[in-house]
């Protein structure tokens, strides 16, 4: 069992750097992780790793907020990398 087992966490610039760190952190810990991303060839590399979910998403987009957030039915954590 790990320390977050059961939570759901989204992360924003997950492809790379200190957002794929972090999303592979979290996901060995049991987490959930909706992790995202505007470079859907890097985040796809993530996919292969159990608890991780990838999303492409815009983060200056309104919309693409919006739809996404209507489709996450439980949060736990935000971490915004997204900068």
């Not at 760190?21 to 159990?50: C, H, M, W």
Request: net charge neutral; proline share 1%.
């Amino acid at each position: 069992m790990g320390r977050l087992d059961g939570k759901v966490i989204v992360l924003t610039a997950a492809a790379q750097g200190i957002g794929r760190a972090a999303a592979l952190a979290f996901a060995r810990e049991g987490a959930k992780v909706i992790a995202t991303d505007i470079n859907e060839s890097k985040l796809q590399e993530l996919e292969k790793y159990p608890g991780i979910q990838i999303r492409v998403l815009d983060v200056t987009k309104k919309k693409q907020i919006d739809e996404f957030a209507n489709e996450v039915e439980r949060l736990d954590v935000l971490f915004n990398v997204a900068g």
